[in-house]
């Protein structure tokens, strides 16, 4: 199993830069997929972008590509996510993910709040 506990996140102006942290504990986090994920308010989940086991192959929404970049560092078992250039629409509830293969997403984090004000 994979717990996750995420942190970074704030109250930001538009235009700033945030980095997300994601810690996993447990022995699997370097045979995971990881992804990041967000949820604003009144709408659904939606991807963000997500990584394989390696740290290669990343894959971004069209809506934060060119902004985002997804990192990992397996010796820390941590995920990361800096935003550039955010946005208000980046306004959510960021949580990150763990699957053994990317798109099957067996275990979640708590959350972290972004607000980006205008």
């Known amino acids: 199993q994979v717990q996750l506990v995420e942190s970074g996140g704030g109250l930001v102006q538009a235009g700033d830069s945030l980095r997300l942290s994601c810690a996993a504990s447990g022995r699997t986090f370097s045979s995971s997929a990881m992804a990041w994920f967000r949820q604003a308010p009144g709408k659904e989940r939606e991807f963000v972008a997500h990584?394989?086991?390696?740290?290669?192959?990343?894959y971004y929404a069209d809506s934060v590509k060119g902004r985002f970049t997804i990192s990992r560092d397996n010796a820390q078992n941590t995920l990361y996510l800096q935003m550039n250039s955010l946005k208000p629409e980046d306004t959510a509830v960021y949580y990150c993910?763990?699957?053994?293969?990317?798109?099957?997403?067996?275990?979640w984090g708590q959350g972290t709040q972004v607000t980006v004000s205008s």
């Open positions: 990584i394989g086991r390696n740290g290669g192959n990343p």
């Open positions: 993910a763990a699957g053994l293969y990317v798109g099957r997403w067996n275990y």
